[in-house]
């Protein structure tokens, strides 16, 4: 019998990396190589890291790739793009990076139809920072910052970014998936594949929001953790495309 | 402004001299955020940017401004921001990054009054915070101060360069006086595009033809962030050594020297002259570059003075660099006006008449 064999991509270096056991920033990371590669665009493109859990995937991209403040990923990648019109650009931002300090960048990068590619870990958290109310918190979570449970009286509720951009003109693509199943992985990286297309035909902003775990600061188990995404986040952040379609 | 090689002159606005000065220097980008007294140099990047094959963008806040020039600086591409007062407080967190992440950019700073919302007329009250605390860190970008539209021209070139040469940050830094004031220009035809331009360091997509390139300022480890700022700031001992500037103008007797510059430099001309006439042996330092300071300059051109006078549109900021040059060995004295309100040479005159007099007491 032949197995297929676990390839690591070309576009991913063949580091360790820091994230928690459990934790699907790696599996998040793998989609994105995988795409690069196939794409065959590694040498074209430049990866932002934002600040958060992924603030050292420098280190894990094989591509050209840059630190970015707490939430200006898409300034930065509007800077790099708009000089450098046929390379191709992507993010990769946390909740607390691109919906809480960095909605601004978010927002007006989405409405310029900038031709960049926004990876969105939504993971309901601060990872880095050790697990506090983050933007998409939901209602009732406990975390640091929430010890009694997110209270909509007082901490409001939670952003819901995909359904926020699909009022926008310049998004080519906004997209909600997760990574908890094989089929939804498949899903994923197909969403992910888009959002690069998107953006070499030059067609306008895309984002994929990635429903993402955090076991240690969940509290959970890695599998538990998996159950609480599909249990949990996604009956409040359903899944689905939110607007598709060239914008130019 | 379309002839690039005319010799002739160009009657400008100091603002719109800042702008044209930095397309033929080569600067492809530009991204800003609307402030009064810079607004000029938008409208005109805004006119001339698509017209040169460049970008003019504006940017949702100061902080996306320049952010956009921090990515753009890290792909290796000429750009620059431009703002006031206000606006460049906003801009400090992207300035620490870019001089942590060793990048070059120009940043030009009309200066207003502060602080808060302040006011929107001349001022000189962000010299501490452009030579000081440009952002949090160890770090320091140029700082020049133009005093003539000319000099706009002829310091944004230098910023360009130097940017390069040094991976660092360069400020021009003016204020609404200088940008808003018209005056004939020329700028230069030998425009060297090329110099420095090497950048093997920038994020622009490998080619599959070398390792990926970093940017970052990122180092958790302190032995190596703390190497970091050694290796940069070796380099900041070299740009001190060379690259300091200041304009002379004082006689074998002087006695009273003034230190002023950019705008204000000007007034204190106007007031040198009047004094020299009435026979009080002024003269005048004015310092062309803030960071590096002039200090062995100063120290020289004061040598045989008996007092020195400070003037700035601030509560006193650069005296403080005149009494760390000069050690406090000459008496300083200090004239400021602040809010907006610009000195008048018949002003500084008078305080130069009382120093005079005081001594011939
Ligand atoms: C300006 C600024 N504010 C705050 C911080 C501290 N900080 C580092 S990571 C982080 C939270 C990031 O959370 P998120 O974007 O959700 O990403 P995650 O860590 O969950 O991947 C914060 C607040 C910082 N580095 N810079």
Known sequence: ?248 | MSNQSSPKKHLMKGNEAIAEAAIRSGCKCFFGYPITPQTEISAYMAKRMPKVGGVYLQAESEIAAINMVYGCAGSGVRCMTSSSSPGIALKAEGISYIAGSDLPCVIINVQRGGPGLGGIQPSQSDYWFMTRALGHGDFHALVFAPASVQEMVDTVCDAFDLADKYRMPAVILADGLLGQMMEPVHFPEDYDFNKNTEKPWAANGHGNKRKHNIINSLFLQPDVLEDENFKRFKRYEIVKKNETKAEIDIEEDTELLVVAYGSVARIAKAAVDMARKNGIKAGLFRPITLWPYPEKELQKAAEKVKKVLVVEMSMGQMVEDVRISLKSRIPIEFHGRTGGIVPTPAEVFEKLKEMDGDDNA
Request: glycine residues 10%; contains cysteine; hydrophobic residues 40%.
């Open chain 1, 1 to 248: 019998m032949i197995m297929p064999s676990y390839t690591i991509p070309k576009a991913l270096c063949d580091v360790p990396t820091h994230y928690c056991p459990g934790c699907t920033h790696g599996i998040i990371h793998k989609l994105i190589a995988e795409v690069i590669d196939e794409m065959g665009i590694e040498g074209e493109t430049i990866g932002i890291c934002p600040v958060g859990c992924s603030v050292m995937a420098y280190d894990y991209f094989a591509c050209d790739m840059m630190e970015a403040a707490h939430g200006r990923a898409p300034a930065v990648a509007t800077g790099i793009k708009r000089g450098n019109p046929d390379k191709f650009v992507f993010t990769y931002q946390g909740d607390g990076d691109l919906a809480a300090i960095g909605t601004a960048e978010t927002v007006h990068a989405a409405t310029r139809g900038e031709n960049i590619t926004v990876i969105f870990v939504n993971n309901a958290t601060y990872g880095m920072t050790g697990g506090q109310m983050a933007p998409t918190t939901l209602p009732g979570q406990i975390t640091q910052t929430t010890p009694y449970g997110r209270n909509t009286d007082i901490e409001g509720f939670p952003v819901k970014i995909c359904e926020i951009l699909s009022q926008i003109d310049g998004v080519a693509l906004a997209q909600r998936v997760t990574v908890i199943d094989p089929n939804t992985i498949k899903t994923a990286k197909a969403a992910i594949r888009k959002g690069f297309e998107y953006q070499k035909n030059k067609q306008g902003f895309s984002l994929i929001e990635v429903l993402s775990t955090c076991p240690t600061n969940w509290g959970l188990s890695p599998v538990e953790s998996l159950n609480w995404v599909k249990e949990k986040m996604i009956p409040y952040y359903p899944l689905g495309v939110f607007k598709e379609g060239a914008i130019r």
